[in-house]
C-alpha cells in the first residue's frame, strides 16, 4: 500500500530544493540540475540527495533511436565520506510493486534501512553504507510518463467505479463490469496515436534491470569497471533481483531479496500457487483472537479464555463469514464521515491488506469485525475514508496544487493500477494477448481461487489487462535461467507464512542459483522487532505534524486514533505505542535514543488532546511518563466520553427486544455483550441483572427454560452470580433455541 503523499519545496522537472519541508507558500530555489548521463547529485529533502539520470529508452542492441528516459534517483549518503576506509559503498533499494516508488521508499523508510545494514559497533571492522533508490519506468517523476487518462481526475473517477463494481463473485454481474474496465484501459494505455513521448512499450522487468545496472556502474569509483551491485529488493523487487542476476550474474556484490517472487511463474502467467499460504494466515486471525481474548481482541468470545477451544474458533470463522454472507445480500448505509455505504467487497479488501500485515491491522481488523457483527458502520467508513485518502488524496485535484510543481509532482505517487499492469504485461510478451474472458477464467483465474479462497479473487484483475495489451518490451526476456555462480552467492529471505510470496517460492528460486541460500524468518507475513528500541530513526526529516482534530472524548476517538498511529507510522514511530513490545532495558544500544523519541512523541501527543482531557490526564495515577503509557491511558479516558455507545449500549439494555431479531439465538448473541460494554464505560450492570432482563424478555416464547433457569438459581445470586455464570445461561439458550429450530425445520420438511 503506497504510503501517504508527502511533498515538500522540491521539484523534479528543475530539481528544485528547499530546506523548508511540507510547506507550499515558500520556495526558496537552492540549486537548480539539468537531467544528464552521470549521476549528478544535488542536496534535497533535507537530509537527502537527488539527481535525475537519462537511460536509453531502449536497451537493446537492436534499437535504433537514441531517444532517452529520464529516472528519479534519491540518495541517503552514508555517515562518513566515501573515502573514509569503513565506507562501504552504495546499496539499492526496491520496494516492490510493480509501481512502487523508490524515492518515497527512501522517504518513508531509508533511515530504518540504514541503521540495519550499518555496522559500528567494532571501529575497525564498522561499515558505512548510501541508501539509494529510483522511480523505475513508469513510476512516480521518472519520464516520459505511462499516460492512459487524459488528467488525475479521470483516474481518480476510473478507480472509484472499480472499487464500486466490486469483486467477481460479490454480484452477478460483477466480473463482467471488471473485465471490460480493464481491457478499456488496457486499449487506452497502448493507444499508438497518444499525443507525446510514452513509456509504455519500454517499461518491462528487463528494461529496469538494465537501469539497476547502469546506476550501480555509476555508484563506483570508476563508473567504467563492471558494476558491482548491492541490492535489498522486496516482493517484485525480488522479481527485478533475480532478472539482474540472470542477465549479469558475474556483477552481483552483495543481494538481499526479501519475500520471494517465482519468476518463472511470473514470466509463464501462472501466479495461482503464489496465495497457497493466505488462508492460513487467516486461520491465525482467529486462533491469535481467541487466545487474546477481550479486550485485546474486539471480535473475541466474551467468554473466550484463551485455551485452545477449536469450537470456539470455529464460531469465530462462522460469524466472520455470516457477516461477510449479510452484507453480500444487504450493503448497509452509513451518513459518516460521508454518505456511502459499506459493502462485501470492503470488508474483503480490509481482510487482502491485514493479510499483508497481521501485526498492523488484525487488531483493526478485529474492532471492525465486531462493529459490523452490531450493525455499526462507523469504525469500518472511517477505514475506507482513509485508505481512499491515503491511495488517492483529494487535495491532488486542487488547481493550487496543480498549479505548483512539488505539490503536483508529490502526487504521481498515489497508487495507479496502470503502471503495474503494463510491467507485467510486457514481462509476458503478449502471452494473454486476445484471451476470452472465458479462457482467463478457466485458465488464470479459476487456479489462484482454488489455491486460496480469501485471496485469489482478489487478485481476479492482476493480469486482465493482458487480454488486450497490445505491445511487446525489449529484450524478449523469457524468464530466469539461473546461474552457475553469481560474483557472491544470494541470500533469499521469507517468512514461514507470507500472503503472496511464500517460502516455496524462495526454496525454487534459490534453486536456480548454485551456492545460495535461504533464510526463513519464523512469522505469519511481517516481522516482529524484539523492543521499541529496534525500529527507531535516528533523526526526522521534517517535525511531526499535527492531527486535523484534536481528541475530544470516544465519540471521535477512533477516527482521531487512526490519524495519530498513522502520522507516526510516516516517521518511523508507531512502535512507541505498542505495550505489547517490551521497552528496551538502560543497557540497549540505543536506550537513550529511545527514551529521548518515546518522551518526545509523549509531549506531542499532549497537544492532540482537547483541554479537558489533557487536564484529565495530568490528573490520572496511572504511569504516563513514556509514550507507550500515555497512550494508553488517553484511550482509556476518551473511551469514557462517549456518549454514542452508551447510548447505543443503554438501547440494548433496556429498550432492545427480541423481536427485534429473527431468532431468540440473535437476540441472546446481541444482548449478551451489552453488559461487557457497559462495564468497560463504567456504567456497567451486573450479570445478575443482565440475565433477569433477559429472563423477562423470553418468558413468554421459552416459559420451560425461563423457569429451569430461575429455579436453579441459588439464595445469594443476587450478589455472587458471576459473569462466567451469565455466559453460561446465554450459551444454555442459544443452544436450545438452535435446537428447536432443528427440530422445527425436519417437522416441515416430513422428517
Not at 487480454?467 to 525489449?474: E, I, K, L, M, T
Amino acid at each position: 500500500m503506497p504510503s501517504a503523499v508527502q511533498a515538500v519545496d522540491f521539484s523534479w522537472s528543475s530539481v528544485l530544493i528547499s530546506s523548508t519541508p511540507l510547506n507550499f507558500s515558500r520556495i526558496n530555489p537552492l540549486y537548480q540540475t539539468a537531467p544528464g548521463s552521470v549521476l549528478n547529485f544535488v542536496p534535497c529533502y533535507q537530509d537527502y540527495q537527488c539527481a535525475r539520470l537519462e537511460v536509453p529508452l531502449d536497451w537493446s542492441a537492436s534499437a535504433t533511436e537514441n531517444t532517452t528516459a529520464t529516472l528519479a534517483v534519491i540518495k541517503l549518503p552514508a555517515q562518513v565520506d566515501p573515502a573514509d576506509e569503513r565506507y562501504g559503498g552504495s546499496i539499492i533499494v526496491n520496494p516492490g510493486g510493480p509501481g512502487g516508488s523508490g524515492v518515497q521508499e527512501i522517504l518513508d523508510r531509508g533511515k530504518e534501512i540504514q541503521r540495519i545494514v550499518n555496522s559500528s559497533d567494532d571501529t575497525q571492522h564498522s561499515r558505512y553504507f548510501d541508501i539509494v533508490s529510483f522511480d523505475p519506468r513508469g513510476v512516480g517523476n521518472t519520464l516520459p510518463p505511462l499516460t492512459c487518462f487524459p488528467d488525475l481526475l479521470s483516474t481518480y473517477l476510473w478507480s472509484e467505479a472499480v472499487q464500486a463494481h466490486g469483486l467477481v463473485g460479490s454480484f452477478d454481474q460483477a466480473a463482467d463490469h471488471l473485465w471490460a474496465r480493464m481491457q478499456a484501459l488496457a486499449t487506452s494505455c497502448t493507444d499508438p496515436h497518444k499525443d507525446g513521448a510514452d513509456i509504455g512499450p519500454y517499461m518491462n522487468t528487463w528494461s529496469t534491470a538494465h537501469d539497476l545496472h547502469y546506476i550501480a556502474q555509476l555508484l563506483q569509483p570508476d563508473p567504467h569497471a563492471d558494476a558491482k551491485l548491492q541490492y535489498w529488493g522486496y516482493s517484485y523487487g525480488t522479481l527485478l533481483g533475480v532478472t539482474y542476476a540472470t542477465l549479469f550474474p558475474n556483477q552481483v556484490h552483495r543481494m538481499v531479496l526479501d519475500g520471494v517472487v517465482d519468476a518463472v511463474s511470473w514470466y509463464s502467467g501462472d501466479l495461482s500457487t503464489s496465495f497457497r499460504d493466505a488462508d492460513h494466515i487467516l486461520d491465525s486471525f482467529f486462533r491469535y483472537c481467541h487466545q487474546a481474548g477481550q479486550p485485546r481482541c474486539a471480535f473475541a468470545s466474551p467468554s473466550a479464555n484463551g485455551e485452545g477451544n477449536e469450537n470456539a474458533i470455529s464460531d469465530l470463522q462462522q460469524r466472520f463469514k455470516n457477516i461477510l454472507s449479510d452484507l453480500k445480500a444487504s450493503p448497509v448505509w452509513t451518513t459518516h464521515p460521508s454518505p456511502d455505504i459499506i459493502t462485501y467487497s470492503d470488508v474483503r479488501r480490509l481482510l487482502k491488506l491485514a493479510l499483508y500485515a497481521p501485526v498492523d491491522l488484525f487488531p483493526t481488523l478485529a474492532t471492525i469485525l465486531a462493529d459490523l457483527e452490531q450493525r455499526n458502520t462507523t469504525s469500518m467508513a472511517d477505514w475506507k475514508s482513509m485508505l481512499r485518502e491515503e491511495m488517492q488524496p483529494t487535495h491532488c485535484l486542487d488547481p493550487d496544487c496543480q498549479s505548483h510543481a512539488p505539490c503536483r509532482e508529490a502526487c504521481q505517487y498515489s497508487y495507479r493500477v496502470e503502471v503495474t499492469a503494463g510491467t507485467v504485461c510486457l514481462d509476458l510478451n503478449q502471452k494473454l494477448l486476445n484471451t476470452t474472458r472465458e479462457e482467463y477464467w478457466d485458465e488464470y483465474l479459476r487456479p489462484s481461487i482454488e489455491s486460496s479462497h480469501w485471496m485469489g479473487d482478489t487478485f481476479a484483475d492482476f493480469l486482465m489487462p493482458c487480454a488486450r495489451w497490445n505491445g511487446r518490451g525489449p529484450g524478449d526476456f523469457k524468464g530466469p535461467t539461473g546461474a552457475e555462480n553469481t560474483s557472491t552467492p544470494i541470500l533469499f529471505v521469507s517468512n514461514t507464512l507470507d500472503p503472496v510470496t511464500p517460502l516455496g517460492d524462495a526454496h525454487a528460486m534459490s534453486a536456480l542459483f548454485k551456492q545460495s541460500v535461504v533464510l526463513e524468518q519464523q512469522a505469519e507475513a511481517s516481522i516482529q522487532p524484539a523492543t521499541q528500541a529496534d525500529c527507531m530513526p535516528t533523526t526526522l526529516w521534517g517535525p511531526i505534524p499535527a492531527v486535523s482534530q484534536r481528541l475530544r472524548g470516544r465519540l471521535d476517538l477512533r477516527i482521531w486514533d487512526w490519524e495519530f498511529r498513522h502520522t507516526l507510522k510516516c516517521r518511523g514511530l508507531e512502535h512507541l505505542l505498542r505495550s505489547d513490545l517490551p521497552r528496551p532495558d538502560k543497557t540497549h544500544a540505543t536506550f537513550a535514543l529511545w527514551r529521548h523519541w518515546s518522551i518526545t512523541v509523549r509531549r506531542w501527543m499532549n497537544r492532540q488532546l482537547s483541554r479537558k482531557i489533557r487536564a484529565k490526564l495530568g490528573a490520572s495515577r496511572f504511569a504516563k511518563k513514556y509514550a507507550d503509557d500515555a497512550y494508553n491511558v488517553i484511550r482509556d479516558l476518551g473511551s469514557h466520553y462517549d456518549h454514542a455507545l452508551c447510548k447505543a449500549t443503554w438501547f440494548k439494555l433496556i429498550d432492545m427486544r427480541w423481536f427485534h431479531y429473527t431468532t431468540v439465538a440473535q437476540y441472546v448473541t446481541s444482548f449478551q455483550r451489552a453488559p461487557v460494554d457497559a462495564k468497560e464505560l463504567n456504567r456497567g450492570i451486573s450479570p445478575y441483572t443482565a440475565l433477569i432482563a433477559i429472563l423477562g424478555e423470553l418468558e413468554s416464547d421459552v416459559p420451560h427454560w425461563v423457569a429451569t433457569v430461575l429455579l436453579f438459581l441459588p439464595e445469594d445470586a443476587v450478589t455472587d452470580y458471576t459473569d462466567a455464570d451469565y455466559f453460561k445461561a446465554c450459551r444454555m439458550v442459544i443452544k436450545q433455541d438452535d435446537m428447536l429450530n432443528q427440530r422445527n425445520s425436519r417437522v416441515a420438511r416430513g422428517g
